[in-house]
């Protein structure tokens, strides 16, 4: 698996980054089932099934052995910092030049929602739905940070614990940041003292919000993306 991976970095990075951010979603969906596991668990406690507890804690084991052979995969995955950042500026430069009328028959029902648990490489958003309302959006930049923005506003003292908090952060870069200059492409979240990271692929900036959203016990499914243009069939 090394010399595959090795591989695919050298000769692959796109794919390897693709497959990475697919592991790390996985990974991060797997958390809430340990979550709902770990509700089951204290339930049979309190009833004092004996028998619940001892299979709730074989499944909790055998997902952690899991999660930990996913986590190193996707460690091995992680580009250094200049290759990973030309991928994502190519991605987005390559999109954003697609923005002609040519490609009017690749713009998609700006109506139809979408779920964090689909693939967004190559699509464009036209913008989000949070808490029932849906806020417009010209980009995945702007995504992410009008959805910092809005649960920032909801609980500002949980959205600071972000930055103190490297489950929410990157493996070699911070997500979130106090200081402008610790952080690639950063942009300020209206009403803290929060700098972003918005150097991120449309799949990074999934991920990241469906992290933002368990923190703040939000369901996924309650969030959704409306898209503007799907490019995908140009880059076949």
């Not at 309190?46 to 190193?72: A, F, G, H, P, V």
């Not at 309302?133 to 003292?157: G, H, N, S």
């Not at 402008?180 to 492409?185: L, P, T, V």
Request: glycine share 2%.
């Amino acid at each position: 698996m090394k010399d595959l991976i090795s591989f695919l970095k050298t000769e692959f990075p796109k794919d390897a980054l693709d497959i990475q951010e697919c592991i790390d979603l996985l990974n991060q969906c797997i958390d809430g089932s340990v979550e709902s596991i770990k509700g089951a668990f204290n339930a049979a406690i309190d009833k004092r099934d004996y028998q619940s507890l001892t299979n709730l804690q074989e499944m909790l084991q055998s997902i952690d052995k899991i999660q930990i052979k996913l986590e190193e995969y996707s460690s091995l995955l992680q580009l250094d910092d200049e290759i990973e950042e030309k991928i994502i500026q190519k991605e987005s430069f390559e999109d954003e030049s697609k923005e002609l009328p040519d490609y009017d028959s690749l713009r998609v029902d700006q109506n139809i929602p979408y779920t964090l648990y689909d693939d967004y490489t190559h699509k464009r958003p036209a913008g989000f739905e949070i808490f029932g309302m849906r806020q417009d959006a010209k980009d995945w930049k702007e995504v992410l940070i009008k959805t910092c923005e809005i649960l920032a506003e909801k609980d500002p003292v949980k959205f600071n614990t972000f930055v103190n908090d490297k489950s929410m952060q990157g493996r070699k870069v911070s997500y979130f940041c106090n200081d402008q200059k610790g952080i690639r492409a950063p942009r300020h979240v209206k009403g803290t003292d929060i700098y972003l990271m918005t150097n991120m692929s449309a799949n990074q900036v999934r991920n990241v919000i469906e992290r933002m959203l368990r923190r703040y016990e939000i369901k996924i499914n309650n969030f959704k993306i409306y898209l503007k243009a799907d490019y995908t069939a140009r880059h076949e």
